[in-house]
């Protein structure tokens, strides 16, 4: 019989365990390790992961503790695009961030939660700042918000330009030493960032007032960063109209310093002692100053006095005599200008808001409520004036925030000890599982509740209402464990089920359970990764994807579940490699352990043999990092070829004829290697699991590759055949060539 070849140039197929080592394609391979085959036409060794950094006195918790994101601000404030690693510093109940980390680390800052014990860390990343919690519910350790804050401040006389770590709290004002007066308070150093003193006159006149004649109280809140809106604190003031008056000279004082997340306020005003809802009276925004309503845009300005600030409007309007307090005042045909409770500034005129109109008594005269010294006789005088409001606004708490300020609590910083287990962002909203957080609507009592998803608002990413949550499978013995989202589909994993929640609408009454899947379930949040071809998990029974248009896909469907590498699956972490579409699975984050690599392109799998030493962090990835922490030291995922102990064992090959006997002559492989690597080669016939000794040689050849050929002619005739390739150090095979000749016979009879 004539000469026959066999070229294998392919081994794109990858891992395939689940069929007998005959029945698998040419391009599949039974056993691989640290040698890469998603590439067709290439095999090549892999190289290990390299380091890209160290972090002193970091060593997270196995499979948590590491977030990448990127600002367009610097970590030292500096305008320009960088890339940020938040790292934990278990030593410190701490988080360092790491400014360029594949760059040149250097710049590192803080952020600390507060407590003393190790931390399970986990964060999202959203309008430029950086959310952390303790999936571990840490003793003191407090959800942490880090972001840069840029904003001018009128009311102040002074930027804010600053990354700014804080608890992730929206407290609401303490209410210290403010009030609604009419006295022209002016606010002092120990009210300082507690709050707003609005200072405001009833009208004298009757005649346009569209108040209902009552007594009326106020509330005040404090609006912090992505128009998010703490809870109401009352004022202990209360302000009597009677028929037909209205609110003027409106005004609000207030005195630095705030916590840098707040922007501005906003004040509230209902009848004293009813159920109404809270109506908005002022909205204060410390750039712009204060306005009565939102569809009012003249701001009133703040001017900035000694860290105070007033919101008001003023003009320049008389000369006068101010030796006592009935002063004569010229007019410059500004007739009914000047109005009782005005505040008044000038040449020896008391600073502040304390001096004011006390009274007008006619067009040319008027009352101080403080004198000037008499050298400064005659002055000048600025009046002050704030709003007119003549009539309740159209707008309350409930309606531009979308619950009720009786809620009770809306922040996992406002109080140590709650956390949430797993996060994920869809939709323009924040969702938490598996929540320590307060029981029901209005209660301060805490409670966990592993079966409990929270959801803010749209676009309030910190606002966690206690009446915005979904149950699902309560008591079922089961705990969320992680949530990843994909478009405006929410999947929700509990230790073994998996649940695709639709939450597209807008409107949360219209979001339904899309699916269940029982036996899918994860065991922690880094088990779960999004990439562009949807969301991928890894658990002890399978490595699976879903995305909208296919469901869920059982990557691992050609690996069998009872062999390894399926069984050395204990407690995985999964990362994404964006620039070649791989898959990084390592098989237990708790201890030294091999990965796995899964190619989207050719749908196969290879095996990374002793990839890690230790217990490592969960992964995180970037466009072109993939990368996670072992102990102190950053490392980082390559597909580039490299020098490594590998492994490869080809399929049982029967030539397409397992009814006809063969007689091998060579196996011809064409390779590029450095010099000196050893490679020993072994041989399988008739699916004998035990291998026959071939021959072990060394393969030197320049770079530029070489040609191997193996003498077959001593193994006989065969029914089929497979070769085992053993070797440590940088090697490249382009293809590999049987030859062999057809002899005819029947392997059972022998016959032709």
Same mark, same amino acid.
């Given at each position: 019989?004539?000469?026959?070849?066999?070229?294998?140039?392919?081994?794109?197929?990858?891992? %395939?365990?689940?069929?007998?080592?005959?029945?698998?394609?040419?391009?599949?391979?039974?056993?691989?390790?640290?040698?890469?085959?998603?590439?067709?036409?290439?095999?090549? $060794?892999?190289?290990?992961?390299?380091?890209?950094?160290?972090?002193?006195?970091? $060593?997270?918790?196995?499979?948590?503790?590491?977030?990448?994101?990127?600002?367009?601000?610097?970590?030292?404030?500096?305008?320009?695009?960088?890339?940020?690693?938040?790292?934990?510093?278990?030593?410190?109940?701490?988080?360092?961030?790491?400014?360029?980390?594949?760059?040149?680390?250097?710049?590192?800052?803080?952020?600390?939660?507060?407590?003393?014990?190790?931390?399970?860390?986990?964060?999202?990343? *959203?309008?430029?700042?950086?959310?952390?919690?303790?999936?571990?519910?840490?003793?003191?350790?407090?959800? %942490? =918000?880090?972001?840069?804050?840029?904003?001018? #401040?009128?009311?102040?006389?002074?930027?804010?330009?600053?990354?700014?770590?804080?608890?992730?709290?929206?407290?609401?004002?303490?209410?210290?030493?403010?009030?609604?007066?009419?006295?022209?308070?002016?606010?002092?150093?120990? /009210?300082?960032?507690?709050?707003?003193?609005?200072?405001?006159?009833?009208?004298?006149?009757?005649?346009?007032?569209? =108040?209902?004649?009552?007594?009326?109280?106020?509330?005040?809140?404090?609006?912090?960063?992505?128009?998010?809106?703490?809870?109401?604190?009352?004022?202990?003031?209360?302000?009597?109209?009677?028929?037909? %008056?209205?609110?003027?000279?409106?005004?609000?004082?207030?005195?630095?310093?705030?916590?840098?997340?707040?922007?501005?306020?906003?004040?509230?005003?209902?009848?004293?002692?009813?159920?109404?809802?809270?109506?908005?009276?002022?909205?204060?925004?410390?750039?712009?100053?204060?306005?009565?309503?939102?569809?009012?845009?003249?701001?009133?300005?703040?001017?900035?006095?000694?860290?105070?600030?007033?919101?008001?409007?003023?003009?320049?309007?008389?000369?006068?005599?101010?030796?006592?307090?009935?002063?004569?005042?010229?007019?410059?045909?500004?007739?009914?200008?000047?109005?009782?409770?005005?505040?008044?500034?000038?040449?020896?005129?008391?600073?502040?808001?304390?001096?004011?109109?006390?009274?007008?008594? #006619?067009?040319?005269?008027?009352?101080?409520?403080?004198?000037?010294?008499?050298? /400064?006789?005659?002055?000048?005088?600025?009046?002050?004036?704030?709003?007119?409001?003549?009539?309740?606004?159209?707008?309350?708490?409930?309606?531009?925030?979308?619950? $009720?300020?009786?809620?009770?609590?809306?922040?996992?910083?406002?109080?140590?000890?709650?956390?949430?287990?797993?996060?994920?962002?869809?939709?323009?909203?924040?969702?938490?599982?598996?929540?320590?957080?307060?029981?029901?609507?209005? #209660?301060?009592?805490?409670?966990?509740?592993?079966?409990?998803?929270?959801?803010?608002?749209?676009?309030?990413?910190?606002?966690?209402?206690?009446?915005?949550?979904?149950?699902?499978?309560?008591?079922?013995?089961?705990?969320?464990?992680?949530?990843?989202?994909?478009?405006?589909?929410?999947?929700?994993?509990?230790?073994?089920?998996?649940?695709?929640?639709?939450?597209?609408?807008?409107?949360?009454?219209?979001?339904?359970?899309?699916?269940?899947?029982?036996?899918?379930?994860?065991?922690?949040?880094?088990?779960?990764?999004?990439?562009?071809?949807?969301?991928? =998990?890894?658990?002890?029974?399978?490595?699976?994807?879903?995305?909208?248009?296919?469901?869920?896909?059982?990557?691992?469907?050609?690996?069998?579940?009872?062999?390894?590498?399926?069984?050395?699956?204990?407690?995985?972490?999964?990362?994404?490699?964006?620039?070649?579409?791989?898959?990084?699975?390592?098989?237990?984050?708790?201890?030294?352990?091999?990965?796995?690599?899964?190619?989207?392109?050719?749908?196969?799998?290879?095996?990374?043999?002793?990839?890690?030493?230790?217990?490592?962090? /969960?992964?995180?990835?970037?466009?072109? /990092?993939?990368?996670?922490?072992?102990?102190?030291?950053?490392?980082?995922?390559?597909?580039?070829?490299?020098?490594?102990? =590998?492994?490869?064992?080809?399929?049982?090959?029967?030539?397409?004829?397992?009814?006809?006997?063969?007689?091998?002559?060579?196996?011809?492989?064409?390779?590029?290697?450095?010099?000196?690597?050893? *490679?020993?080669?072994?041989?399988?016939?008739?699916?004998?699991?035990?291998?026959?000794?071939?021959?072990?040689?060394?393969?030197?050849?320049?770079?530029?590759?070489?040609?191997?050929?193996?003498?077959?002619?001593?193994?006989?005739?065969?029914?089929?055949?497979?070769?085992?390739?053993?070797?440590?150090?940088?090697?490249?095979?382009?293809?590999?060539?049987?030859?062999?000749?057809?002899?005819?016979?029947?392997?059972?009879?022998?016959?032709?």
């Amino acid at each position: 019989m004539p000469k026959q070849y066999l070229q294998l140039s392919n081994f794109a197929g990858g891992l %395939n365990t689940k069929f007998d080592a005959r029945d698998i394609k040419d391009d599949e391979i039974t056993n691989v390790s640290n040698l890469q085959v998603y590439k067709p036409g290439q095999l090549f $060794s892999s190289a290990p992961h390299t380091q890209v950094t160290t972090q002193a006195g970091t $060593s997270p918790i196995a499979g948590y503790g590491m977030f990448l994101f990127k600002s367009d601000t610097q970590i030292d404030s500096t305008a320009g695009l960088t890339e940020m690693l938040a790292l934990a510093d278990t030593t410190e109940s701490q988080i360092d961030i790491v400014s360029d980390p594949f760059g040149s680390p250097g710049a590192t800052t803080e952020i600390d939660l507060g407590g003393t014990t190790d931390g399970k860390y986990i964060y999202y990343y *959203v309008d430029g700042a950086l959310r952390t919690a303790d999936a571990n519910g840490g003793a003191n350790n407090t959800a %942490n =918000w880090y972001g840069f804050v840029k904003r001018g #401040s009128s009311a102040f006389g002074g930027d804010i330009d600053d990354w700014e770590s804080k608890t992730n709290d929206l407290a609401a004002p303490v209410g210290t030493n403010c009030g609604i007066t009419d006295t022209g308070y002016a606010p002092t150093a120990s /009210n300082s960032g507690v709050g707003f003193d609005v200072d405001l006159s009833v009208s004298i006149t009757d005649d346009d007032g569209l =108040w209902e004649a009552t007594t009326y109280e106020f509330a005040q809140s404090f609006v912090y960063e992505g128009d998010q809106e703490s809870l109401l604190t009352t004022y202990p003031e209360t302000v009597t109209l009677s028929v037909n %008056n209205y609110f003027e000279n409106v005004y609000v004082g207030l005195k630095s310093a705030f916590n840098e997340r707040i922007k501005g306020g906003r004040v509230y005003i209902r009848k004293q002692g009813s159920n109404d809802l809270w109506t908005l009276f002022l909205d204060i925004d410390f750039e712009r100053g204060v306005r009565k309503d939102f569809g009012a845009q003249d701001y009133h300005g703040f001017s900035a006095t000694s860290g105070a600030a007033y919101s008001h409007t003023s003009f320049t309007d008389a000369t006068c005599d101010t030796t006592n307090t009935d002063a004569t005042v010229g007019h410059d045909d500004d007739d009914g200008a000047i109005k009782a409770g005005m505040w008044v500034t000038g040449t020896g005129i008391p600073t502040g808001p304390d001096a004011t109109v006390s009274s007008v008594t #006619s067009d040319t005269e008027f009352e101080l409520s403080a004198n000037a010294t008499a050298t /400064n006789d005659p002055v000048t005088l600025t009046f002050h004036s704030g709003f007119t409001i003549k009539g309740p606004s159209i707008d309350t708490y409930e309606s531009i925030n979308g619950f $009720s300020p009786d809620i009770g609590q809306i922040s996992f910083g406002q109080t140590n000890g709650l956390f949430y287990k797993t996060v994920t962002v869809c939709n323009m909203r924040t969702f938490v599982a598996n929540v320590k957080y307060y029981k029901s609507t209005g #209660s301060s009592e805490t409670k966990l509740m592993p079966d409990r998803i929270l959801y803010t608002p749209p676009g309030k990413y910190d606002t966690f209402p206690p009446n915005q949550f979904i149950d699902i499978g309560i008591n079922d013995g089961e705990d969320f464990t992680a949530l990843e989202s994909f478009g405006t589909k929410l999947l929700a994993f509990k230790n073994s089920t998996l649940y695709i929640i639709d939450v597209t609408s807008p409107d949360d009454m219209e979001w339904f359970l899309e699916s269940t899947h029982n036996g899918l379930g994860v065991d922690k949040p880094a088990a779960v990764i999004r990439t562009e071809f949807g969301i991928c =998990w890894a658990r002890k029974t399978g490595i699976y994807a879903w995305s909208p248009s296919q469901g869920i896909v059982e990557l691992s469907a050609k690996l069998d579940k009872n062999l390894s590498p399926m069984t050395d699956i204990t407690d995985p972490v999964i990362g994404y490699y964006p620039q070649d579409s791989h898959l990084l699975i390592i098989q237990n984050c708790g201890a030294a352990s091999d990965a796995l690599i899964y190619d989207f392109t050719t749908k196969s799998f290879t095996e990374l043999g002793s990839y890690t030493s230790a217990a490592i962090s /969960n992964i995180q990835n970037d466009v072109d /990092n993939t990368i996670f922490s072992l102990g102190a030291s950053i490392r980082t995922y390559s597909s580039a070829q490299g020098s490594t102990a =590998w492994i490869l064992e080809t399929k049982d090959f029967d030539f397409g004829n397992p009814g006809v006997l063969k007689r091998p002559l060579k196996l011809i492989v064409s390779y590029s290697t450095s010099s000196g690597v050893t *490679v020993t080669s072994n041989y399988y016939k008739d699916g004998d699991g035990s291998p026959d000794g071939l021959n072990s040689s060394t393969w030197t050849t320049a770079s530029n590759g070489g040609v191997k050929v193996i003498d077959l002619k001593g193994i006989g005739s065969v029914a089929s055949l497979k070769f085992k390739f053993t070797a440590t150090g940088n090697y490249k095979i382009n293809d590999m060539t049987i030859v062999y000749r057809t002899i005819g016979k029947s392997p059972s009879t022998g016959q032709n």
